[in-house]
């Protein structure tokens, strides 16, 4: 499916193709929360890099984050935002480069709707997760990185969709 995604304030909008549209996925780690999550955690979706379209390109800046402060080793995720807005629109890996992981806030078509049980919460450890930060009776909790990729969990859930 086709996915519109923008920001805020509207300079930038973005469309991408998705095979893998459900929101199960909340990371609660310190990097997705100071620059997403106001929840105390953000959610990342997956399409595919090459159907990527971003009008207003030149409004959008990334960041890429330090992972580890002692070791000077930087996240693997570059994330993109809105410069004049500050909404963070999608996130992208180079060891991932067939796939661009829109932030669901940012996306505007409908995404499939989840219960509780479906939801996948990860980086719960206490490093990670912050105190306030409420996670949802879930049967899967991990406390660092979950045991299915994003393609795998919409397979299994006959949630993807070719
Ligand atoms: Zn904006
Ligand atoms: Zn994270």
Known sequence: MELQGSCHCG???FSVTSH?????????CS???????G???AINIMGQHKTLKVNGREHVRYYRALRDK????L?????????????HLYAYNESYSDFVYP????????????????????MLNDKSKANWAIVPPSKHTF?????????????KHNQYIN
Not at 31 to 37: E, H, V
Not at 143 to 155: A, G, M, N
């Open 75 to 87: 996240c693997g995720n570059i994330r993109y935002f809105c410069s004049e807005c500050g909404s």
């Open 31 to 37: 990097i997705c929360r100071k620059c997403q999550g």
């Open 103 to 122: 932030m669901a806030c940012a996306i505007d078509t409908p995404l499939p709707e989840l219960s509780h049980e479906d939801v996948y919460c990860i």
């Open 39 to 41: 929840g105390g955690y």
């Open 70 to 73: 002692e070791t000077n080793e």
């Open 20 to 28: 893998t549209p459900a929101p199960f996925m909340r990371c609660y």
């Open 11 to 13: 300079k930038v909008s």
């Open 143 to 155: 406390q660092e990185y979950p045991d299915v990729s994003l393609e795998e969990w919409h397979k």
